[in-house]
């Protein structure tokens, strides 16, 4: 039998890290580990500084796990006590997003007809959701399909009406002795466009933030490209989450990671957030963009504006979808509706799972622009 | 003379940031410690960062240090192997078969074959710098087919078999972060996240780059470029930009403008978004006469 090799003893805490990481679920490879301590050898390491640089660079935490990493490393090379990990915002987010510090200053000031219910003063609690059947898997199945497309830059074989494929084209003619058989043709491939759902998570949307968040996950599991972020007082991604194919585990992680549930609103200043993380606002072009909100900002609404202002020209279309529309004598009359209604697509009933699910599988059809159809309607 | 050594170059992560000083390129300890890990592991350096922090510019610099060539393969959607990795000329092809007539003639043979970036890298007789820039713009399964080449630096074409490097190449990755990066290429490389410079770093990279600014107007764009990242606007200015605006500052003042006025009107080379030109309008004049304070 052969004889298994010792590592030498200044290794085991190097092996340790990794395996601590492992535990918090961070993807470290064996060769990531070798990585590590060949780097800590080549620096010496003449102090912990060099350990811990060698350990960014080799084990590679993805940039909005990079505190965690941080914490476990202290944790574990200094003993520092242990980490506190849960709900750690993006790095970007937070420097970008000034915590409401603006609103709350001028919060007493402000009063606007229709803002009642809202507020921008920041509540931070945890959420449980309820077992149940969703009755989201015809929608699953259908999303992928039913979402608008585009054409991309990646080609297709196809029969006719394609451009010449010289690669494939020449290999026939080569397996067919020089004969030349039908030309193989090629054509720009067709995908279906990104879908990107922003859900309030705010107090005054409190019935309904159970059902969009069992949306967003139906929506991440059925469609190829789909983004879902949460916005109260702050602004929250929960895509990674809502990956997590059982439902209920989705869920259960989704809300541990957003902190404001049921708190206040700050629509327009989370939405500009949003927009300045050049990583987010990527995902809002050309995408079916899609907000699952009241539209209750209290206040000076010029932020918001602002924001949706910049989401429709980024966006393939932008939707909002209030549960207020579900009311037969809905009109969008607020003054913070009124000035962002031009730059709507859609402007939808939200109350329901069955509206929404309808809409976004509609998504593809071309429908008049909502200013026009509330404009009959009022 | 004699090309540099990269294992002699790269001795200390000081050393790195030396000789990259030299190249006009300031690097911080972390980003110097990458790149110096990178050249000694043998390893891919993926750097990721916002755009306009200088990860395209420390690829160019670490080639210049290295005194190598500089081979670019910019990513986009829809980059596949025909144009990362080689194609055969088609058209040559058809014609040498239809001269070759009852003639037997091997049309794999390498006047068909176009090499692109990557097989040109692997081929060169010396090592090259490879600089894949923006790899997060490209479909995921482009990402699958760097992986053969990232791990052993080889590609396989199939009517030639495996091509292995001649000279290893140094490979830097770039990505803005616009979309996760597969795990297997990650793990790869050696990783570095460039942030945004603080402002005594910004001033002197401002001071090495621009062409003649005063350390004054360096240090002034400097603090008040960091005031207005701090700003929710949808294109935060990239170092690149505080350069230029530097510049244009100093050529308008040498033109008659006083300062806070020079800085104001020569905005337009720093913000390049309408919408946050009318955001930042306001309070330009407050940011620029503190930067200056």
């Known amino acids: 039998m052969m004889r298994q090799g010792t590592l030498p003893l200044a290794s085991a805490p190097f092996l340790d890290f990794a395996r601590l990481l492992r535990r918090h679920a961070f993807a470290v490879a064996p060769e990531q580990v070798c990585s590590f301590m060949q780097a800590v050898t080549l620096l010496g390491p003449r102090s912990m500084a060099d350990i811990r640089e060698a350990a960014l660079a080799t084990l590679a935490p993805p940039p909005d796990r990079r505190g965690e990493f941080e914490a476990h490393f202290r944790d574990h090379f200094h003993g520092d006590g242990q980490p506190s990990v849960e709900g750690e915002e993006d790095e970007e987010t937070r420097i970008k997003d000034d915590g409401g510090t603006r609103e709350k200053e001028s919060e007493t000031m402000r009063q606007e007809k229709g803002g009642e219910l809202s507020s921008a003063i920041e509540q931070l609690s945890s959420r449980d959701f309820l077992r149940d059947d969703d009755g989201l898997g015809p929608f699953r199945r259908k999303l992928a399909s039913a979402l608008p497309a585009r054409r991309s830059f990646r080609t297709v074989r196809t029969h006719s009406r394609g451009k010449l494929d010289l690669r494939r084209s020449l290999r026939e003619i080569v397996s067919a002795d020089g004969d030349i058989p039908s030309p193989q043709l090629r054509r720009r491939q067709t995908v279906a466009r990104k879908l990107l759902i922003l859900i309030d998570v705010s107090g005054s949307m409190k019935l309904h933030t159970a059902d969009y968040l069992k949306l967003g996950h139906a929506a991440v599991q059925g469609a190829d490209r789909a983004e879902i972020f949460t916005f109260g007082t702050r602004l929250t991604r929960i895509t990674s989450a809502l990956r997590i194919r059982d439902r209920d585990q989705a869920l259960a992680r989704a809300a541990a990671l957003v902190d404001d549930w049921d708190g206040g609103t700050r629509m327009g200043p989370t939405l500009l957030a949003f927009l300045s993380v050049p990583r987010f606002s990527a995902f809002a072009r050309g995408a079916a963009v899609i907000i699952l909100s009241d539209a209750l900002e209290r206040g000076d609404h010029a932020d918001l504006e602002t924001a949706m202002r910049r989401l429709s020209a980024r966006a393939f279309r932008l939707s909002l979808a209030t549960p207020l529309a579900g009311d037969p004598r809905f009109l969008p009359t607020t003054a913070a509706l009124r000035a962002i209604l031009p730059d709507l697509d859609d402007l939808i009933d939200g109350s329901s799972l069955g509206s929404l699910t309808d809409f976004v599988l509609s998504l593809a059809r071309p429908a008049p622009a909502a200013s026009a159809i509330w404009k009959r309607v009022s | ?293």
């Open chain 2, 1 to 293: 003379m004699q090309e540099p050594n990269a294992e002699t170059v790269a001795t200390s992560p000081e050393a790195v940031a030396r000789h990259l000083a030299g190249s006009r390129y300031l690097a911080d300890d972390s980003l110097a410690t990458a790149i110096f890990l990178a050249i000694r592991l043998g390893k891919p350096l993926l750097l990721e960062g916002a755009p306009g922090v200088g990860k395209t510019e420390a690829a160019k610099a670490i080639a210049q240090l290295l005194g190598r060539d500089l081979v670019r393969l910019q990513c986009y959607e829809g980059i596949d192997a025909a144009h990362a990795l080689y194609e055969w000329n088609y058209q040559r092809q058809l014609l040498a078969i239809r001269h070759a007539g009852e003639h037997e003639i091997d049309i794999y043979d390498d006047r068909f074959l176009i090499a692109r970036p990557l097989l040109q890298v692997l081929r060169a007789p010396e090592q090259r710098v490879l600089l894949v820039d923006e790899i997060d713009r490209s479909d995921h399964e482009f990402e699958a087919l760097l992986l053969e080449f990232l791990s052993d630096f080889q590609i396989s074409i199939p009517e030639r078999g495996t091509i292995r490097a001649e000279a290893q190449p140094i490979v830097i990755l770039t990505s803005n972060r616009t979309r996760e990066l597969a795990e297997a290429l990650r793990r790869r490389c050696v990783y570095h996240w460039i942030g945004y410079p603080d402002a005594e770093r910004e001033a002197a990279i401002i001071m090495l780059r621009a062409g003649d600014v005063a350390e004054t107007t360096a240090r002034a764009v400097a603090a008040a470029v960091q005031e207005i990242r701090v700003r929710p606007l949808a294109k935060p200015p990239g170092i690149s930009e505080a350069v230029e605006w530097a510049n244009a500052a100093t050529i308008l003042e040498k033109g008659g403008s006083p300062w806070p006025q020079a800085f104001r009107r020569a905005i337009g080379v720093l913000i390049k978004d309408e919408e946050d030109l009318s955001a930042i309008a306001p309070e330009l004049g407050q940011i620029v006469e503190e930067a200056l304070g």
